[in-house]
């Protein structure tokens, strides 16, 4: 009798969530159901036959980070000031360090490592060093959140692509993502692992530029992934959104490694979309390490 496909599933250990948050980070911690987050999380991985979990949690350090009210989105909005800029909490490395170790000791059969999701690396490596030694993790995430916003009056000002899609063309706004990610790649070498590169594909506006075409920034995305391959760094496959070109153009460009990455911020949302990001990865070429927090590589 032939295996049947959720048989199959049991037998093929997912890959770590390699980017997850939980109550530690600033967006999460602000939500009032945030208390207690971690472990339900690590209780949802046991549940679903998860084996191991990063917990990346948000170092932002943009001094500039101007925003509109609703930006931020839901509880996170607090932190947009009166001023216009965004004043987010530092991150409490002690009490994340120590919730870490009470999942560990209560969840034995889940392999629980530490992490950042650093934002705007090439920009803050002085600021974040102490952090980063202190914290010594598993995993560094790098990622682009802001972009530079001079529309917003401060020299340093930065904002998100969902800002400022408001204020330039949608392409304008792509193009100047896909073009600051090398710089960022060149400008640091403390992160390990890039992840959504799709970023400023969420908030695309689509009412007023038609479905988002990937095609038309393929150059782009191509040379973001040529400048990461060369220096030999991991591209998350962030499963918020699969896209069949994204693990394709990294393998044609000399990608060697990948890490998976949900991106949740609820229990709920871990490992969401694993099982077809292995399918197309596969397909392309990249194979499981030993270890399920092993990068794939090819
Ligand atoms: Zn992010
Ligand atoms: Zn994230």
Do not use: K
């Amino acid at each position: 009798m032939a295996p049947s496909a959720a048989h199959d599933d049991r037998r093929t250990p997912l890959p770590a969530d390699a980017h997850v948050h939980s109550e530690w980070s600033w967006d999460s911690g602000s939500d009032p159901d945030a208390p207690g987050r971690m472990d339900r999380t690590c209780a949802q991985a046991v549940r679903i036959g998860l084996p191991a979990l990063v917990f990346t949690e948000h170092v932002d350090l943009d001094p500039s980070w101007r925003a509109e009210r609703g930006d931020l989105g839901g509880h996170a909005d607090r932190y947009v000031g009166g001023d216009g800029y965004v004043h987010v909490p530092s991150f409490d490395l002690e009490g994340y360090l120590e919730n870490i170790e009470r999942c560990r000791t209560r969840f034995p059969e889940l392999t629980i490592l530490t992490g950042i999701e650093y934002g705007q690396p090439h920009l803050h490596d002085d600021l974040a060093a102490g952090l980063l030694s202190r914290g010594r993790f598993d995993r560094v995430n790098g990622s682009l959140h802001t972009l530079p916003f001079p529309e917003g009056g401060g020299s340093e000002d930065r904002t998100e692509p969902t800002t400022l899609y408001r204020h330039r063309s949608p392409a304008d706004v792509m193009d100047s993502y896909l073009a600051e990610i090398p710089r960022m790649v060149e400008g640091s070498e403390t992160f390990e692992v890039l992840t959504h590169i799709d970023y400023a594909v969420r908030s695309w506006p689509a009412e007023i530029a038609g479905p988002f075409d990937p095609r038309a920034f393929e150059e782009g995305f191509r040379s973001v992934m040529r400048s990461l391959a060369a220096t030999g760094r991991a591209l998350e496959m962030n499963t918020r959104r699969l896209w069949p070109w994204m693990p394709q153009w990294w393998a044609e460009e000399g990608g060697r490694a990948v890490a998976f990455g949900s991106d949740a911020h609820v229990p709920e949302g871990i490992a969401g979309g694993f099982r077809e990001a292995a399918a197309m990865l596969e397909h392309v070429g990249f194979r499981p390490g030993d270890r399920p927090w092993d990068m794939w590589r090819r």
